[in-house]
Every structure is written in C-alpha cells, then in structure tokens.
C-alpha cells in the first residue's frame, strides 16, 4: 500500500505536494477516480478519491478522515550530534521515525564531527520513513545549535543524557508514558564540561546497555526502549 502526503484544501477536498503528485500519477500511473491514502503529517489519516490527476497538483476528494491514527501515549525529543558520514546519520533519522519519534535536535558538540547539515534533505528522509512506516505524524526536525543553547532551551519531561558505564540504564529510569529527551553525544563523546552543564539543568546519566554504540546506533537504541516501555 502507498502512503502519501497532501494537506486538505476545504470543501473536502485535498491536494497532494507536487513530488507526491508526480510520484502518484507520473510513477504510479494514479488516474482519476482512483482511490488512495494519504496524511498531513499531523496525524490525520485520509481515504481519497482522486478528482484531477494532475502530476504537478493531484487533488483528492476527501471521503474519510480518521483522526490521531496511530498516537502514541508518548512523546520522544532525541537531541543528538551529527556523525561525519552523513548516510549514518540519515540512517538514524529513518530508523527513528520508523520505530516512533517526535522530534530530533542535532547538537553541536567539543568533538562533533560534523557542524553543518541541509535540514531540507534530512527532512524529506524523515517525510518517506513517515510513508514507508504508514506513520501519521512527521516528526520535526530543528537546524543544528551549539550544545549550550540546548541545554537552556529544552525544560519539560524527563531529561536523560547517554554515557558510558552508569549505575543508571535507561530502561529503569523512564516514567511511562510521559515525554522523555534523551541526549546522545558524538563519537569523541562529551567533554567533562558538557557533562557539568547536563548534571546541572537536571539530564539524569544513563547508559544504553554493556556494548559501545556509535551515536547513530545509539540515537536508534534510545528509540527501542522507549517504544518497548510503553507498548
């Protein structure tokens, strides 16, 4: 089945964006009167009867809508430093949006590998994971920041930061079903600084189990216990 992505119009109606419209009537050969799925990102999944099969502004008869489809009784904010391969990092946002995310951060670390990314690419990554996954909500992806801006920014929920060796695992300390930010460092890891600064705007240390993870496989890990705890 193909998922795609349009917002309504009024009237009942809906338009898909131009790349799902060609997508639909280019590549799939859609015509008109055909039937199709499709979501607006925010939740809301739409049975539609196509009325004009344009492949720059397909338009789609509304026939049903179903509301929070899908909703998860969390939320999940992965504040997370870019890798140097930006195919790894990519490879974390898909896997993310998979599994089940909300939002994503990248932070600009000490050791950070990588400082400058093109938020449009990565978003229409995390756009086809959406379809791919039948997901409804398209999680937000925010540009990269310094990781002191995050720190004073970010205030609700648990607030969790993914270290080495830890008394603490990440598995023991989330509260289900609440909203959870989790941080995860650069292959250099975090300095003693950053670490200072997390301890003192409340992040609480925790570890993702025995093995080393690079930080994309972490980003995806951190993802995993999270769905896991409050399937």
């Given at each position: ?18 790349e ?8 799939l ?7 199709i799925?499709?979501?607006d ?6 049975h ?6 344009d ?5 789609v ?32 946002l ?25 938020t449009?690419r990565?978003?229409k ?10 997901k ?9 920041i ?11 929920g648990?607030?969790?930061?993914c270290?080495?060796?830890?008394n603490?695992t ?5 509260e ?27 992040f ?8 080393r ?9 951190a993802c ?8």
């Open positions: 089945m193909n998922l795609f992505y349009g917002n309504p119009t009024g009237n009942g109606t809906a338009m898909l964006t131009e799902e419209s060609a997508h639909c009537i280019r590549v050969r859609k015509k008109t009167g055909d039937k799925f499709f979501t990102g925010e939740g809301n999944y739409y539609g009867s196509i009325i004009s099969a492949p720059k502004k397909c338009t008869a509304i026939l049903e809508t179903t509301a929070e489809y899908g909703k998860r009784n969390y939320f999940l904010h992965v504040a997370i430093a870019p890798t140097k391969n930006t195919d790894r990092f990519e490879w974390f898909e896997k993310a949006t998979e599994i089940g995310i909300d939002m994503i951060t990248p932070v600009i670390c000490t050791h950070s590998e990588r400082r400058i990314l093109k449009d990565l978003q990554v995390i756009l086809s994971a959406m379809k791919q996954s039948l409804t909500f398209l999680p937000q992806i925010h540009e990269a310094p990781l002191e801006d995050f720190y004073k920014n970010e205030n609700a648990q607030k969790f930061i270290l080495g060796p830890s603490n990440l598995k023991k300390e989330l289900p079903r609440s909203r959870y930010t989790v941080l995860v460092g650069p292959e250099g890891d975090f300095t003693e600084s950053e670490i200072s600064l997390a301890m003192k705007n409340n609480t240390p925790v570890n993702l189990g025995p093995s993870l690079r930080s994309e496989t972490a980003g995806v890990v995993s216990i999270v769905s896991l705890l409050n399937d």
